[in-house]
């Protein structure tokens, strides 16, 4: 007879954090160091072992194998330093629905995330001058899964 949780839940990460975590490495399928650093600005007391913890019990604690009987994974475009790709998802919590900001430069595989109550363009906006504000160099084109939009619009980005 087993004892403890029937669900096992972390101690150190609320639901809505685990549920960012949890769509951030599905959305972006980055290594567990890179979610890490894109993750902590967010997520400030989130430590290596909480966020492989977290990703063993959801069941994502490994990537996919690019070879294999699997399917081939569809290779990104090579782009150089500078080139965001910006996307958002819906995160289902038992609270409701969040949305999820992402921006990553898969070239200098630098992330970005924000997890926000309300998708408008306002927090759009906000997403943007934080993420100008953490990336450590100039980004000169931001990607969206439909348009291409030049920095030279937005504020700081040089």
């Known amino acids: 007879m087993k004892t403890g949780p029937t669900e096992p839940r972390s101690t150190v990460l609320s639901e809505a954090e685990e549920a960012m975590i949890v769509a951030v490495r599905r959305h972006t399928l980055l290594p567990l160091d890179d979610c890490l ?10 430590t290596r072992s909480a966020l492989h913890r977290c990703l063993q019990r959801h069941g994502i604690s490994r990537l996919p194998d690019v070879e294999g009987d699997k399917p081939k994974r569809q290779k990104f475009k090579r782009y150089p330093i500078g080139f965001f ?6 995160v289902q ?7 999820l900001f992402v921006g990553i430069d898969r070239t200098a595989k630098f992330a970005v995330a924000q997890l926000v109550a309300t998708a408008d363009r306002r927090t759009a906006w906000e997403f943007l001058q934080n ?11 931001i990607l969206t899964p439909s348009h291409r939009l030049p920095c030279k619009r937005l504020p700081g980005s040089g």
């Open 37 to 46: 650093h894109a993750l902590q600005p967010t997520v400030p007391h989130l």
């Open 85 to 90: 790709h910006i996307d958002i998802a819906e």
């Open 93 to 99: 919590t038992a609270g409701g629905k969040l949305y």
């Open 131 to 141: 993420m100008l504000e953490a990336v450590p160099y100039q980004l000169h084109t």
